[in-house]
């Protein structure tokens, strides 16, 4: 027995939290494919991104599936500018299954969401040395077993309630249409494809990536194409963001659904 994280990440700040924490990481995308319905162990731990002002829905749809059998049960939202309130969801999960979480954390990282944020910008302003202390600050509460929910601000929550009806906008499955376009200098590698948790990417030898229509909203395409090769509309820049305690092929790993 010992303690199991579970996590969702586009662009591995996801991962980071749950390496910083410890125990197991088990990707969320991979738990969901293998289909088993039951977890136990002494601790267990959900590590989602914000969408919107939520939690990426995919996590939520883990937490409807999946019985977490724990003495200690704990969720921590990574987010990068105005954080909403994406514990909230995952709070009511686990209410409509009949537990509580014992503790909640958010911690603002780098933001990935291209249309509104430059990466270069955000790796200069997220000091990453700070986010360590934080989430060391995390890990130690988890080790402590501390019981502590996060306290949500009324304009958080508002985000959080108006974040939710633009959700699908903004992180849904058919927002990649409108969304990412696909230049010349991609090269066909196919790396978009084997890093999508929605197994929306397929890659035919010489042509360009074709997007379907279960996108997670995560990013993680754009981020990670080696040739800088895919943009979203309206992109503040064409900078990147894949955080440094994770590599491309733990992002490929964890999201891979071919
Ligand atoms: C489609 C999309 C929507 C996002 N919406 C929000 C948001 O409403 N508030 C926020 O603070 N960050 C938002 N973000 C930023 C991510 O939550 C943040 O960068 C997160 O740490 C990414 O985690 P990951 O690297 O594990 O994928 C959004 C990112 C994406 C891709």
């Known amino acids: 027995m010992g303690m199991k994280v579970f996590y969702f990440t586009g662009t591995g700040n996801g991962l980071a939290i749950a390496k910083a924490i410890g125990g197991e990481a088990i990707s969320i995308p991979q738990a969901l494919k293998c289909g088993r319905t039951r977890y136990e162990d002494d601790a267990i731990g959900i590590v989602t991104p914000t969408y919107a002002g939520n939690p990426a829905r995919i996590v939520v749809e883990f937490l409807n599936r999946v019985d977490l059998v724990a003495g200690y049960r704990f969720a921590v939202a990574s987010y990068g500018g105005g954080m909403g309130n994406p514990l909230k969801p995952l709070v009511s999960a686990a209410a409509r299954k009949g537990w509580r979480f014992d503790y909640t954390a958010s911690v603002k990282m780098v933001d990935n969401y291209l249309p509104l944020f430059d990466a270069d910008e955000e790796r200069k302003v997220k000091d990453q040395a700070a986010i360590g202390v934080e989430l060391k600050r995390i890990a130690g509460d988890v080790a402590a077993r501390t019981r502590f929910l996060a306290h949500v601000g009324a304009g ?14 903004i992180a849904g499955p058919e927002m990649v249409r409108k969304t990412f376009t696909v230049n010349d200098a991609c090269v066909s590698c196919g790396i978009c494809a084997r890093s999508c948790p929605g197994g929306n990417i397929t890659v035919e030898e010489g042509r360009h990536p074709v997007f379907g229509s279960s996108c997670l909203g995560c990013y993680g395409c754009a981020h990670i194409c080696p040739h800088n090769a895919i943009h979203a509309k309206g992109e503040k820049s064409a900078a990147r963001w894949r955080n440094p305690a994770v590599t491309v092929k733990e992002l490929i790993a964890a999201n891979d659904q071919r």
């Open 156 to 169: 958080n929550a508002l985000y959080g309630v108006v974040g939710r009806l633009a959700y699908n906008r």
